[in-house]
Every structure is written in structure tokens, then in C-alpha cells.
């Protein structure tokens, strides 16, 4: 074994690597991490503020997954519910989309849209298959606000929703309530919104809306009377219904109208101030101008008389009954009625006269110097009702005197319909007290006796009678026996074919048909020649020897 130098060892290369230099394997979490900042910045960019609403409950409202909408588009979402420091309220804390920011100002509302069932139909029906949700009404203030107090129920009008709002000063609410229908011919226009009682004044309004384009049906001639329920009465004109629709009969509502013989006008602008009359006919009827208070004082019964009864004259309404109360006479030791109305001078034509006041007492005056009364008349046989008649007797009365009590005029009366047939009856019975009805009873006992005397005497004579009459009824009886034998007796001889009876009808009934054709021939001989009447018939020509025999 020969020894051999070792080769030499070359030492090794040591490649020295960019310690800046990274991996590929990072990149994987960089860019991980890039689109998370991205994500995060955009969200930022895209997230409105967060504000708190508080509600009376939670019902509806869930924490990821409630929105909020506007107009049904979705301007953000409840991302926590809570409960308030005192634990009274909810608390939902909002958050707002970056569109939406605008939203969050001072005039704001909110509320939970849920299904409702209330006086204004039914609402929020699409929520039961959505969802509840928050819905928005968008301010238009420029204060910004986080906190809001929700509310309990959806506002009746939105902002910018076309329409008109009008104020109405009632004396009673009826049967109205927040979302009751406003109508006009029966169609529903608008809504009641609110209403406000002020005691400070004393004073009830009622804020109504009515939807465009409706409004302008609105003019400042327009009429607004209450048309809730049913309006049922029952007066001395008789028994009245009236009713707007099954809908108002439940919820109430408002109708109204323009005076049937107001000109044209321009349309009321918005917050005009009306007055809502209690029915439509209060409403309707013309202008009455300032009452009269009068005074009348019956000395009769006024049973059917009541409060709201009309005053008529020649069966027009002029006045009311205010009050119908009893009076105690002092001179006379008695009591009378005593009733107060209102008188309204306008209808009367007051302002037509020239030169009389514009109170009417002048006039009321003057027609009593003539011979005005007031009378009690029966309006309704049904119902008993009464009314008040001014009218004109036609027999002369006793003067009146006009006064006035306590300022107020006094108005004569008279008598009504039953208390002038009451001397009439009287007298009636007076007269029937004089007939001797005794006397009368005694002499026709007497006559009744007499006629049964002659009726004993007559008792011979009337069985005579009845045995001449029964024979004679014998008799005939005998005669119309033999006649229907006889009959009998012919209708056997006119059936047999062979007998002289029915041979000699044949002869005569074969005659009378040879007459009836001789003069059928001469009618028409005589239509052909009629000049043969005068000039008689010529003679038959001689038969030649061609012309058949």
C-alpha cells in the first residue's frame, strides 16, 4: 500500500442572505391585515352617529336586527336595548347610516311600527311577516341631537306630506278621536290629527288635515259639523236619522260643505280657524245674526213642550225655546208656565225693513199692536210633541199690552188648540145635562108596553093568516109539480127520432134555411142593381135555341 498526499480541503462558500429581505409566506397576513384596515376605514367613511331612542317597551325591538327606516328604505339599524338607569324606559341605542346623519336632529320622531288595529283603520300589516321596525320622520332643523324620546303610536301627518291643516272650535268633542274621518259628500278627504282643550279660554279645537289634492275643496264659505254616531231625534217635526257611514257611526268623523247659496270663493289658506256646528243642519242654515230673547207666560198646560222646540211663524222656524219653567202668579194665587226663547230678527227680515232697528223689537212691536199672539200647537200626534205658533187669530182678542221684564220683551198669548175645544166641549155637555133622559126612558117603556099588548090582541088573526098563507104555498107546489112533468114529458117526445114533434121541427128549420138563401140572393142581386129598387126588376130574356136549358 503506497502512501498518497491527501488532497487539499477547499473551504466551504458562505453566501451571506439581505437580512431586510422577507419571506413570501408574509405577504399572506399583510395583505390580510391591508383589507382589514380598508374594511375598517370604509366602514368608518360609511357609519353615521350613533344616537338613543328611548320607548315606554321593547316590544318589537331586537338588538342586529331591527331597522330603521325612512319612506321604507332602510337608514340604519339597532344594534343594543337596554334598560334606562331608573329601569322606567327602554333604552335603543341606534346606529345611523353616514347618508342618514342629517336624520339626527332636533325635530326628529320615531316610533315602532307594529300592526295596529285603531280608530283610523288598520296599519303596519307587513310588519308581520318583516318584522317590526323603527320607522323615521326626518327633521328639518339644522341642531344636531343623540337622544331622542320615541313615540307610543305613528304622527298622523308626516312632514311635506301634501295637504292642508285646518283648526276647528268645537263646544263638544262627540265621539272624535286622533284619526277620525273628515268627509264631504260622504267621501272620506282628510282626518282629525289632534285636538287641544285650552281652559284657560274655555276653549276646544280640533285640528283636522285634509289630503291633497282635497283642499281644495276648503273655502272660506265652508261649513264643519260634527258627524259622529248616529243622529237620531225625535221632535215636534218628527222622527229624523242621520249618519255619514257605518265607519263614523264607530269612530266619529267630521263632514262638511259650502253653503248652498254662498257665491264662489277663493280657498281657505292653511290654519284657517271654522266653526264645527253640532249637526248639518245647524251648519247649512242661514246666517241668523244676533237673537232676541223674548218672554211668553201660558195659563195652560205645556206637556210636550221641551227645551230646542221650535218658534214658528206661518211655518217658518224663526227662534228656539230656551227654557220652559213654571211661574207663580201672586195676584192671581196660581201658576203658569213661563217660557223663554231666542228670537232671531234676521230671518224675519228685519234688515229688509227701512228705518227698523237691527234688534227687532220695533217690529215685534208693531205686529203685536195688530195682533200678534203666541199659541201652543201640537207639532207631532205621535210623539205629543209641541211647539210655539206666532200667528194672527181670526177672532178678534183682547188688546195686549207690550212690556218688558227685566229688558226683556214680553210676547202676549192665547189659548192653544185644546184649550179653545174646551169651552166648546163644555158647552156640549151643558146642553146634554138638559136632555130629560129619565122622561125619555119612562115614556118608551110605555110604548114598548103597548106595542106587546097589540101584539096579543093580534094572535087570532095572525094564526089565520099563517093557514091561508100555508095553503096557498100548497098550491103552488102542486102547479110547479105538474109543470116539469110536462117538460119532462116534451124532452121524451123531441129525443124520439120518428115522432110528428120531431118531424115537424125538421120541415120548419128546412124552410127557414130555403128563406135565408132566397134573400142572401136578393142582397145580392140589389148590390149589382141597385136602380132596380126604383125601376123594378126587367124581365128575363127569351131562352135561344144555343143557350142550355
Same mark, same amino acid.
Given at each position: 500500500?503506497?502512501?498518497?498526499?491527501?488532497?487539499?480541503?477547499?473551504?466551504?462558500?458562505?453566501?451571506?442572505?439581505?437580512?431586510?429581505?422577507?419571506?413570501?409566506?408574509?405577504?399572506?397576513?399583510?395583505?390580510?391585515?391591508?383589507?382589514?384596515?380598508?374594511?375598517?376605514?370604509?366602514?368608518?367613511?360609511?357609519?353615521?352617529?350613533?344616537?338613543?331612542?328611548?320607548?315606554?317597551?321593547?316590544?318589537?325591538?331586537?338588538?342586529?336586527?331591527?331597522?330603521?327606516?325612512?319612506?321604507?328604505?332602510?337608514?340604519?339599524?339597532?344594534?343594543?336595548?337596554?334598560?334606562?338607569?331608573?329601569?322606567?324606559?327602554?333604552?335603543?341605542?341606534?346606529?345611523?347610516?353616514?347618508?342618514?346623519?342629517?336624520?339626527?336632529?332636533?325635530?326628529?320622531?320615531?316610533?315602532?311600527?307594529?300592526?295596529?288595529?285603531?280608530?283610523?283603520?288598520?296599519?303596519?300589516?307587513?310588519?308581520?311577516?318583516?318584522?317590526?321596525?323603527?320607522?323615521?320622520?326626518?327633521?328639518?332643523?339644522?341642531?344636531?341631537?343623540?337622544?331622542?324620546?320615541?313615540?307610543?303610536?305613528?304622527?298622523?301627518?308626516?312632514?311635506?306630506?301634501?295637504?292642508?291643516?285646518?283648526?276647528?272650535?268645537?263646544?263638544?268633542?262627540?265621539?272624535?278621536?286622533?284619526?277620525?274621518?273628515?268627509?264631504?259628500?260622504?267621501?272620506?278627504?282628510?282626518?282629525?290629527?289632534?285636538?287641544?282643550?285650552?281652559?284657560?279660554?274655555?276653549?276646544?279645537?280640533?285640528?283636522?288635515?285634509?289630503?291633497?289634492?282635497?283642499?281644495?275643496?276648503?273655502?272660506?264659505?265652508?261649513?264643519?259639523?260634527?258627524?259622529?254616531?248616529?243622529?237620531?231625534?225625535?221632535?215636534?217635526?218628527?222622527?229624523?236619522?242621520?249618519?255619514?257611514?257605518?265607519?263614523?257611526?264607530?269612530?266619529?268623523?267630521?263632514?262638511?260643505?259650502?253653503?248652498?247659496?254662498?257665491?264662489?270663493?277663493?280657498?281657505?289658506?292653511?290654519?284657517?280657524?271654522?266653526?264645527?256646528?253640532?249637526?248639518?243642519?245647524?251648519?247649512?242654515?242661514?246666517?241668523?245674526?244676533?237673537?232676541?230673547?223674548?218672554?211668553?207666560?201660558?195659563?195652560?198646560?205645556?206637556?210636550?213642550?221641551?227645551?230646542?222646540?221650535?218658534?214658528?211663524?206661518?211655518?217658518?222656524?224663526?227662534?228656539?225655546?230656551?227654557?220652559?219653567?213654571?211661574?207663580?202668579?201672586?195676584?192671581?194665587?196660581?201658576?203658569?208656565?213661563?217660557?223663554?226663547?231666542?228670537?232671531?230678527? !234676521?230671518?224675519? &227680515? /228685519?234688515?229688509? $225693513?227701512?228705518? %227698523?232697528?237691527?234688534?227687532?223689537?220695533? #217690529?215685534?212691536? +208693531?205686529?203685536?199692536?195688530?195682533?200678534?199672539?203666541?199659541?201652543?200647537?201640537?207639532?207631532?200626534?205621535?210623539?205629543?210633541?209641541?211647539?210655539?205658533?206666532?200667528?194672527?187669530?181670526?177672532?178678534?182678542?183682547?188688546?195686549?199690552?207690550?212690556? !218688558?221684564?227685566? &229688558? /226683556?220683551?214680553? $210676547?202676549?198669548? %192665547?189659548?192653544?188648540?185644546?184649550?179653545? #175645544?174646551?169651552? +166648546?166641549?163644555?158647552?156640549?155637555?151643558?146642553?146634554?145635562?138638559?136632555?130629560?133622559?129619565?122622561?125619555?126612558?119612562?115614556?118608551?117603556?110605555?110604548?114598548?108596553?103597548?106595542?106587546?099588548?097589540?101584539?096579543?090582541?093580534?094572535?087570532?088573526?095572525?094564526?089565520?093568516?099563517?093557514?091561508?098563507?100555508?095553503?096557498?104555498?100548497?098550491?103552488?107546489?102542486?102547479?110547479?109539480?105538474?109543470?116539469?112533468?110536462?117538460?119532462?114529458?116534451?124532452?121524451?117526445?123531441?129525443?124520439?127520432?120518428?115522432?110528428?114533434?120531431?118531424?115537424?121541427?125538421?120541415?120548419?128549420?128546412?124552410?127557414?134555411?130555403?128563406?135565408?138563401?132566397?134573400?142572401?140572393?136578393?142582397?145580392?142581386?140589389?148590390?149589382?142593381?141597385?136602380?132596380?129598387?126604383?125601376?123594378?126588376?126587367?124581365?128575363?130574356?127569351?131562352?135561344?135555341?144555343?143557350?142550355?136549358?
Amino acid at each position: 500500500m503506497t502512501d498518497q498526499a491527501p488532497h487539499p480541503v477547499e473551504p466551504p462558500l458562505v453566501e451571506r442572505r439581505n437580512a431586510l429581505r422577507l419571506s413570501l409566506v408574509w405577504l399572506v397576513p399583510l395583505v390580510a391585515v391591508l383589507v382589514g384596515l380598508v374594511l375598517v376605514v370604509r366602514h368608518f367613511m360609511h357609519v353615521g352617529p350613533e344616537i338613543v331612542i328611548e320607548f315606554r317597551t321593547a316590544e318589537g325591538l331586537e338588538a342586529g336586527k331591527t331597522d330603521v327606516r325612512y319612506k321604507e328604505v332602510v337608514v340604519g339599524r339597532v344594534t343594543q336595548v337596554g334598560l334606562s338607569e331608573d329601569r322606567q324606559r327602554v333604552v335603543a341605542t341606534v346606529r345611523l347610516d353616514k347618508s342618514s346623519a342629517a336624520m339626527a336632529v332636533e325635530d326628529s320622531r320615531f316610533w315602532v311600527v307594529r300592526p295596529r288595529i285603531g280608530t283610523a283603520g288598520v296599519s303596519g300589516l307587513n310588519t308581520l311577516v318583516s318584522g317590526a321596525y323603527i320607522g323615521v320622520d326626518a327633521g328639518v332643523s339644522t341642531e344636531s341631537r343623540r337622544r331622542f324620546e320615541g313615540l307610543e303610536a305613528p304622527p298622523f301627518v308626516l312632514r311635506n306630506e301634501p295637504g292642508r291643516s285646518f283648526v276647528l272650535d268645537a263646544e263638544d268633542l262627540g265621539s272624535l278621536d286622533i284619526g277620525s274621518p273628515v268627509y264631504y259628500r260622504r267621501t272620506r278627504v282628510g282626518r282629525v290629527v289632534g285636538f287641544v282643550l285650552q281652559p284657560d279660554p274655555d276653549r276646544l279645537t280640533v285640528q283636522i288635515f285634509i289630503e291633497s289634492p282635497n283642499e281644495r275643496l276648503v273655502t272660506a264659505q265652508s261649513r264643519f259639523w260634527n258627524a259622529s254616531g248616529i243622529d237620531l231625534r225625535l221632535n215636534a217635526s218628527g222622527l229624523t236619522l242621520n249618519t255619514q257611514s257605518l265607519a263614523s257611526v264607530v269612530a266619529g268623523g267630521v263632514g262638511f260643505a259650502n253653503a248652498p247659496s254662498a257665491a264662489p270663493a277663493a280657498q281657505a289658506p292653511e290654519g284657517t280657524r271654522f266653526k264645527l256646528f253640532a249637526d248639518r243642519a245647524s251648519a247649512l242654515a242661514p246666517p241668523d245674526g244676533p237673537p232676541m230673547p223674548v218672554r211668553m207666560v201660558f195659563e195652560e198646560s205645556a206637556r210636550g213642550l221641551s227645551v230646542n222646540a221650535p218658534i214658528e211663524v206661518l211655518g217658518v222656524e224663526v227662534g228656539r225655546v230656551r227654557t220652559v219653567a213654571l211661574r207663580h202668579e201672586k195676584v192671581r194665587e196660581h201658576f203658569a208656565v213661563e217660557v223663554q226663547a231666542d228670537l232671531y230678527p !234676521l230671518r224675519m &227680515g /228685519v234688515t229688509q $225693513l227701512a228705518g %227698523m232697528p237691527a234688534d227687532g223689537r220695533e #217690529l215685534m212691536k +208693531q205686529l203685536v199692536d195688530h195682533g200678534l199672539r203666541a199659541q201652543l200647537r201640537t207639532g207631532n200626534l205621535f210623539t205629543g210633541q209641541m211647539y210655539v205658533a206666532l200667528d194672527f187669530p181670526s177672532r178678534r182678542q183682547p188688546p195686549a199690552v207690550w212690556g !218688558l221684564d227685566d &229688558g /226683556v220683551p214680553t $210676547l202676549p198669548t %192665547m189659548s192653544g188648540e185644546f184649550g179653545q #175645544l174646551q169651552p +166648546q166641549v163644555m158647552q156640549i155637555v151643558q146642553r146634554l145635562s138638559q136632555v130629560p133622559f129619565d122622561q125619555i126612558g119612562r115614556d118608551l117603556r110605555g110604548t114598548l108596553r103597548g106595542v106587546n099588548e097589540a101584539i096579543r090582541q093580534l094572535r087570532p088573526e095572525a094564526r089565520s093568516a099563517l093557514a091561508g098563507v100555508q095553503a096557498t104555498l100548497e098550491s103552488v107546489q102542486r102547479t110547479l109539480g105538474a109543470g116539469e112533468r110536462t117538460l119532462q114529458q116534451f124532452d121524451r117526445n123531441l129525443a124520439a127520432e120518428d115522432s110528428p114533434l120531431q118531424r115537424n121541427a125538421n120541415q120548419t128549420f128546412e124552410e127557414l134555411q130555403r128563406a135565408a138563401k132566397a134573400l142572401r140572393e136578393l142582397g145580392d142581386y140589389l148590390q149589382r142593381h141597385p136602380e132596380s129598387i126604383l125601376r123594378g126588376k126587367p124581365p128575363d130574356p127569351a131562352p135561344t135555341a144555343a143557350s142550355p136549358r
